[in-house]
């Protein structure tokens, strides 16, 4: 299984290819063997032919959104408003250890993946 450090609800923007400069919030993580692909709201948008289905559905031409490969995103930071690498570092305080995602640019705390008392 390949590990990302991105996940489903992150704002990222598209860095290389026909769609270069877009944002978009993640929509799905696909997983294919050692390849990791995602869909983005809004960005690569592509058509679909649909037959009609009696009772089923309505045929026609839909716009639905294609995967892109993870390696051409990157993590968007809203604070400098930059793409930035994502960081994981160990937080101790209180009797609490927590393992949180932060941003390598800003320093910011993304979320925190979990949690643990002492």
């Known amino acids: 299984m390949v590990k ?3 996940r489903k609800g992150d ?3 598209v860095i290389t290819g026909k769609e ?7 929509k799905q993580i696909l997983r294919e063997g050692k390849r990791v692909r ?6 690569n948008i ?4 649909v037959k009609h289905i ?3 559905r309505e045929g026609g031409i839909f716009d639905i959104e294609r995967p892109i490969d993870i390696s051409n995103v990157a993590y968007f930071d809203t604070k400098v408003n930059a793409p930035s690498k994502i960081g994981i ?3 101790e305080e209180n ?3 927590q393992k949180v995602r932060f941003s390598k640019k800003s320093g910011e705390v993304i979320d925190i993946i979990w949690e643990k008392s002492k």
């Open 38 to 43: 995602v869909v983005l709201e809004g960005v």
């Open 89 to 91: 570092k160990y937080i």
């Open 4 to 6: 990302t450090k991105l």
């Open 95 to 97: 009797g609490k250890i």
């Open 54 to 56: 009696e009772g089923v």
């Open 20 to 26: 270069k400069g877009k944002t978009g919030k993640i």
């Open 11 to 13: 704002t990222v923007v």
């Open 46 to 49: 592509g058509k679909k032919h």
